[in-house]
């Protein structure tokens, strides 16, 4: 095993979650590639990127002017899945304003690979110096072996945050559903009726009066037994 996988495994075995994880590994790659470097870890979708991770501040602010202008180095790098290279921000070449922004805040070079996992884009590895020309055949070349490396792990980070995005949207269904169910009970048992009947009332209600269903559910339950209705216990995966 190489000295890089093992500083990648023993970071991922010490991490508290992903998040840290991420962290870890955009450090490990501004030491790496060569020294004195910011790095960010873009991920998101093509409308709404993100920095998953950073080295420093430095980075997350130099990738969030890239967002703002919804054009630089990173976005092209994971959109389009091509390297891109600026030897000097002081040149004012393809990108001007985000050059001239990152000039400002002293970063003069800058180098943005994709990270590609199964073929597709999840993000963009992206590097930042405060010297012009850091990136030679040498830095690019270690800075492409990190991004190959470091792709999995980012497509792991979106794939962990879709199952929580799903998880807390379950748990806020069955929260909402238990609210709507406890007063159709009470409507079954008034008007002697099926429970889609129930429904129906409960829905023609909150049309007619212009109120939401939960609202309408929740003052039903609350006026028969004179406490708001409970949500159910909190969901767990088993």
């Known amino acids: 095993m190489s000295p890089d996988a093992a500083d990648v495994q023993d970071m991922l075995l010490g991490a508290e979650d992903i998040g ?125 072996k990190f991004a190959e490396d470091a792709a999995g792990s980012v497509a792991l980070a979106r794939r962990l945050a879709s199952c929580s995005e799903l998880a807390e949207q379950l748990r806020s269904s069955l929260a909402s559903r238990a609210v709507i169910d406890q007063p159709l009970g009470v409507i079954m048992a008034e008007k002697h009726c099926t429970q889609a009947r129930a429904f129906g009332i409960l829905r023609a209600a909150s049309q007619n009066n212009n109120v939401k269903l939960r609202d309408i559910a929740s003052a039903i339950v609350t006026g028969v037994s004179g406490e708001r209705p409970q949500p159910p216990p909190p969901f767990e995966d088993g």
């Open 20 to 144: 840290q994880f991420l962290h870890g590994l955009a450090r490990l790659a501004a030491r790496l590639v060569t020294g004195g470097l910011s790095c960010g870890m873009t991920s998101g979708s093509r409308a709404r990127p993100v920095t998953v991770a950073g080295s420093d501040p430095d980075a997350a602010w130099v990738d969030e002017v890239q967002y703002q202008l919804d054009d630089g180095p990173c976005l092209h790098a994971m959109r389009h899945g091509h390297l891109v290279r600026i030897d000097d921000t002081a040149g004012r070449g393809r990108w001007p304003r985000f050059e001239r922004l990152a000039a400002t805040h002293g970063i003069r070079s800058c180098l943005a690979l994709p990270l590609v996992a199964g073929g597709q884009p999840v993000g963009a590895l992206n590097l930042y110096a405060r010297s012009a020309s850091a990136f030679g055949a040498a830095e690019t070349q270690r800075a492409q």
